[in-house]
T-cell receptor, first 114, second 110 residues
């Protein structure tokens, strides 16, 4: 099994629907992140969490919410999906390596909002 | 101007060629990351650098903190190296934000 697992891998949904993207990890890392990738742009941070009781907004949190159900699980929700939320979404974890925070990424969820 | 600039945006080379991908950044950083994104979309961390040079197999990453520049080199390139290579920096202001470049798409032709 992958260290960071995202489900689903692909999803097509209609405008206005609520959708949840799930992320689970076996790394034992406290820090988890949700990023979004759009063509021609670098990855952008949506939300991040340093532990189960800690949730922080990233640079593009509008229209999204998250839930940290356990150390290993971090879910991203789109309450009312809109077409410009069509993107590739990545979950990541990080941990101190001794010289800096190393990151592990999931395989991504490709979301299309029609 | 983006905080992280990569060049070239696209690179096509023959198998066996020596490859160099460049990353320049404009902020003070605590670390720079090189990532590889496979055609299927998944992202793998290749290197984390705060100074000097690191080597892993055929991949070499260097960083010059004074010049705010890093390079990723691939020796004896192979078609399986075809991927998008992404540079990301973590600022030294203590926040959690990684700033990502837009990536370099590398294609190695057999």
């Amino acid at each position: 099994d992958a260290d960071v697992t995202q489900t689903p891998r692909n999803r097509i949904t209609k405008t206005g629907k609520r959708i949840m993207l799930e992320c689970s990890q076996t790394k034992g890392h406290d820090r988890m992140y949700w990023y979004r990738q759009d063509p021609g742009l670098g990855l952008r941070l949506i939300y991040y969490s340093f532990d189960v009781k800690d949730i922080n907004k990233g640079e593009i949190s509008d229209g999204y919410s998250v839930s940290r159900q356990a150390q290993a699980k971090f879910s991203l929700s789109l309450e009312s999906a809109i077409p410009n939320q069509t993107a590739l979404y990545f979950c990541a974890t990080s941990d101190w390596t001794g010289e800096g925070y190393g990151y592990t990424f999931g395989s991504g969820t490709r979301l299309t909002v029609v | 101007k983006n905080e992280v600039e990569q060049s070239p945006q696209n690179l096509t080379a023959q198998e066996g060629e020596f490859i160099t991908i460049n990353c320049s950044y404009s902020v003070g950083i605590s670390a720079l990351h090189w990532l590889q994104q496979h055609p299927g979309g998944g992202i793998v961390s290749l290197f984390m650098l705060s100074s000097g040079k690191k080597k892993h197999g055929r991949l070499i990453a260097t960083i010059n903190i004074q010049e705010k520049h890093s390079s990723l080199h691939i020796t004896a390139s192979h078609p399986r190296d075809s991927a998008v290579y992404i540079c990301a920096v973590r600022s030294n202001f203590g926040n959690e934000k990684l700033t990502f470049g837009t990536g370099t798409r590398l294609t190695i032709i057999p």
